[in-house]
């Protein structure tokens, strides 16, 4: 199989997962992201970590409000990415609420108006959206993929 095979065949497993994810009910995938959540507190890597980076979820990706907030509670910071399209970069952002201070970008993507900067070295867990992958070890810093993968198989 060549390099562009695997390319396609990845392409292919991420739009069926993502249809996937489309199609579960909304009670489907609140019971889901939770179980997906509570999964992601149990890890050594969330709890060892004081800044956390998530990841604010398109409406028919894991939800990760539970994680946040719980993340608030422990004291933790948290962070997400805030993207300039126009400079074509993303940069972390203290966030403080789920509430205030977003704009809804392209395909409804909730992006930050304000917030902080934090440099990349001060993060020490950052939470990704993986629907595919090629890696079959279960690391700590994976726990986005496992959600991912629990709310469309689990």
């Known amino acids: 199989m060549h390099n562009t095979d695997i390319g396609t ?3 292919r497993l991420r739009h069926q997962l993502q ?11 609140n019971l889901k992201s939770k179980r997906a959540c509570a ?15 998530m990841y604010l979820p398109l409406p028919h990706e894991v939800d990760t409000s539970t994680a946040i907030i ?12 805030k993207i ?3 400079q074509r970069h993303m940069m972390p952002v203290v966030i403080n609420s789920l509430e205030t ?3 809804t970008e392209v395909h409804g993507l909730k992006n930050p108006v304000t917030g902080v900067p934090i440099s990349l070295e001060e993060i020490g867990l ?11 070890r279960r690391r700590p810093c994976d726990a986005a993929r496992l959600s991912a993968q629990y709310a469309c198989h689990g």
């Open 70 to 81: 719980s993340a608030w509670n422990l004291g933790k910071t948290v962070v997400v990415p």
């Open 9 to 11: 065949d990845k392409k």
């Open 39 to 53: 999964n992601l507190l149990q890890t050594d890597a969330f709890k060892g970590s004081a800044v956390i980076m």
């Open 84 to 86: 300039s399209w126009t």
């Open 126 to 136: 950052i939470v990704r959206l993986c629907l595919s992958s090629t890696d079959s």
């Open 101 to 103: 201070g977003f704009s």
């Open 19 to 29: 249809a996937s994810l489309r199609e579960l009910s909304e009670a489907q995938r």
